[in-house]
Structures are given as C-alpha cells and as structure tokens.
C-alpha cells in the first residue's frame, strides 16, 4: 500500500491484528478532525460510533452518515476525510491481503467508489 493510513494519518488509525490474510485496523478521530490522503484496499469497515464524513478523492466529495453498528463494505480507494459530525468517531477496518484488484469491483486505489458501499 503505497499510502498507508498507519504511516500517513497515525493519530487516527492503529494496528490491533495482522497476518498473512487480514490487518485490522482500529480509527479514531474527533469533530473537524482531517487526514491526510491515504490508500485503503478492499475492506470491511465496522463503524463503532456514529460516523459523519466528508470523503475526498481528487475533485470527487462526498458526505456520509453511518450509525453507529453498521458494518460496510469499502471497495480499495485513496480518499481523505473530515469528521463533519459534533460527535467522536471510531471504527474498524479489516483490510483484505490479496494481491491484484477484484474483477468484479474494477476499483484500484485512484479509481472508483469513495467510501463505504
């Protein structure tokens, strides 16, 4: 992963599991908190907290409203974000370790959706 959120954005995202299928990553962040752009490959989110988000990829934007114990698909992009709620934000990520994009998303980090499906 060329931008990892680890590396890039470390205050919000942390490492709770890795092995050779899956890492699972743990993000936090507080009202007007912003990352920086980062890469997520396909994933699982599981949102913890209720989640409101202005995603943005390029000149591509959008908002979303998660509640909280919705669990998310997240096809692999490269996005930052902007908590736009008045509340903390907290998820889980499980990131998928296979090599090569996904034929049936046709996604790659630079390409695709933005944000959980």
Do not use: C
């Amino acid at each position: 992963m060329e931008l990892d959120p680890v590396v890039t954005n470390p205050e919000h995202y942390s490492v709770l599991f890795e092995n050779d299928e899956v890492r699972v990553l743990e993000y936090t962040d507080r009202p007007g908190d912003r990352t920086t752009p980062h890469d997520h490959p396909d994933s699982v989110m599981y949102s913890l907290s209720h989640i409101r988000r202005r995603l943005v990829a390029g000149d591509h934007q959008r908002d979303v409203d998660i509640p909280a114990g919705t669990v998310n698909w997240v096809p692999a992009q490269r996005h930052s974000g902007e908590n736009t709620g008045d509340t903390p934000s907290r998820a889980i990520f499980v990131e998928l370790k296979r090599a090569g994009p996904r034929s049936d998303t046709g996604t790659s980090p630079d390409t695709g959706a933005l944000g959980p499906s």
